[in-house]
């Protein structure tokens, strides 16, 4: 059985940073694409970085540019999320979500889902 697990969720400052982290079983990450995807209240779902580690392809939604950086740690078979720089329009419930593809696939059919982990970003 597949199972991702994010952790490093919860509430912080505005200008603050959070980790993220996506724990695989069952799969390993480095023959994936691995997405770390968003929702929040009354909004559509949005992709804010993916990571093709076949060959290490990395995209960033604009919003997130220059603040968040997405990284593989196959030793540990871990996807984090490193974000800097939060601001309230960061609040949103983050997934990370990975299939045997590339980012240039749509996120949306991605084989496997984490549960999510919810981020509060307040000033």
């Known amino acids: 059985e597949v199972q991702l697990v994010e952790s490093g969720g919860g509430s912080v400052r505005v200008g603050g940073s959070l980790r993220l982290s996506c724990a695989a079983s069952g799969i390993a990450f480095a023959d994936y694409a691995v997405a770390w995807v968003r929702q929040a209240p009354g909004k559509e779902r949005e992709e804010v970085a993916c990571i093709t580690n076949a060959d290490g392809t990395i995209d960033y939604a604009d919003s997130v540019k220059g603040r968040f950086t997405i990284s593989t740690d196959t030793a540990k078979n871990t996807v984090d999320l490193q974000m800097h720089r939060l601001s309230p329009e960061d609040t949103a419930v983050y997934y990370c979500?990975?299939?045997?593809?590339?980012?240039?696939?749509?996120?949306?059919?991605?084989?496997?889902w984490g549960q999510g982990t919810q981020i509060t970003v307040s000033s």
């Open positions: 979500a990975a299939d045997v593809t590339s980012c240039l696939s749509d996120y949306e059919l991605f084989s496997y």
